[in-house]
């Protein structure tokens, strides 16, 4: 049995769960990211919301709630997949809580390194650091945040 197959005998696709749990993680980055840029062009949420800031803050509020709703969805697709029994073995949890630990020091040191306008794209609105922020943990990759959510999923599907 191929690899593929093997997964996918784990992996109920037909389930509505799994399905808006999908649509959940695609539609997030790609909502923001057009929103921003529209913003970046336009400024007409800093128009809406009378300055950058309020703009800024306000869709931070919407990436927050569409994250939570994300993580909601994975957390009820994962309980409704079939289950492996590896996934049950103490030594598979152990591992996705490491995971899960070293995802978060990413994310959370690169909140605490961008602040709250850099995390949430303040940079469209105009809102800019200072200079570049290259100490932890963007010195040891790029994109900690996204590598670091990424960890942190993956460390939950395996607890």
């Keep these: 049995m191929s690899v ?17 749990a999908v649509l959940a993680i695609i539609f997030n980055p790609l909502f923001w990211n057009v ?3 529209w913003e970046h062009r336009t400024k007409g949420l800093t128009r809406v919301f009378g300055c ?9 509020l919407l990436i927050i709630l569409l994250n939570v709703y994300r993580s909601h969805s994975f957390t009820v697709a994962m309980n409704s997949q079939p289950k492996a029994e590896l996934m049950g073995r ?4 152990y591992a996705g809580a490491i995971l899960v630990f070293i995802g978060s020091v990413f994310v959370l040191s ?3 390194a961008l602040g709250f306008t850099g995390t949430f794209l303040g940079d469209y609105f105009g ?7 290259n100490g932890f943990p963007f010195n040891v990759m ?14 939950l599907a395996m607890m």
């Excluded at 103490?90 to 949890?93: Q, S």
């Excluded at 809102?127 to 922020?133: A, P």
Aim: charged residues 15%.
């Design 52 to 60: 950058p800031y309020a703009a800024c803050y306000c869709l931070a």
């Design 110 to 112: 690169s909140f605490y």
């Design 127 to 133: 809102i800019l650091q200072e200079e570049k922020v």
């Design 35 to 37: 929103v921003a840029r």
């Design 4 to 20: 593929m197959a093997e997964v996918l005998h784990y992996v109920d696709v037909t389930d509505a769960q799994f399905s808006v």
């Design 90 to 93: 103490p030594e598979m949890f």
């Design 142 to 155: 790029e994109n900690p945040m996204y590598w670091g959510s990424t960890a942190n999923y993956l460390g």
